[in-house]
Nanobody, 122 residues
Framework: VQLVESGGGSVQAGGSLTHSCVASGYSVSEGYMAWFRQAPGKEREGVAA????????YYADSLKGQLTISQDSAESTVYLQIDSLKPEDTAMYYC?????????????????WGQGTQVTVS
């Protein structure tokens, strides 16, 4: 199982970024995929999740309106668009996948993780 993220980078405040996460060796026909982020010195936090079957989306309350999570099931790819970026959005962003429900924003419930992609907002 491999999750590979891309799309990070450096951006000015107010800009947008779109992350991609491609899953291989893993069936994304069911279960959940999510995006987490971790800023230096802080715990990893869940920001968005999507139920693969049905494409129901979930967002952290503090980030609703700023994020859009979507999927392309045929390409086994999940996307995270972040708008109106602020310096406090600077973090490493991770893609994760799991089969079961519950604890959507709890890192320990996820079985598979990508390597992370850095976002720096100035």
């Amino acid at each position: 199982v491999q999750l590979v993220e891309s799309g990070g980078g450096s951006v000015q405040a107010g800009g947008s970024l779109t992350h991609s996460c491609v899953a291989s060796g893993y069936s994304v026909s069911e279960g959940y995929m999510a995006w987490f982020r971790q800023a230096p010195g802080k715990e990893r936090e869940g920001v968005a999740a999507i139920m693969i079957l049905g494409a129901t989306t979930y967002y952290a309350d503090s980030l609703k309106g700023q994020l859009t999570i979507s999927q392309d099931s045929a390409e086994s790819t999940v996307y995270l668009q972040i708008d109106s970026l602020k310096p406090e959005d600077t973090a490493m962003y991770y893609c994760a996948a799991k089969a079961g429900v519950g604890g959507l924003f709890t890192p320990s419930t996820y079985h598979h993780w990508g390597q992370g992609t850095q976002v720096t907002v100035s």
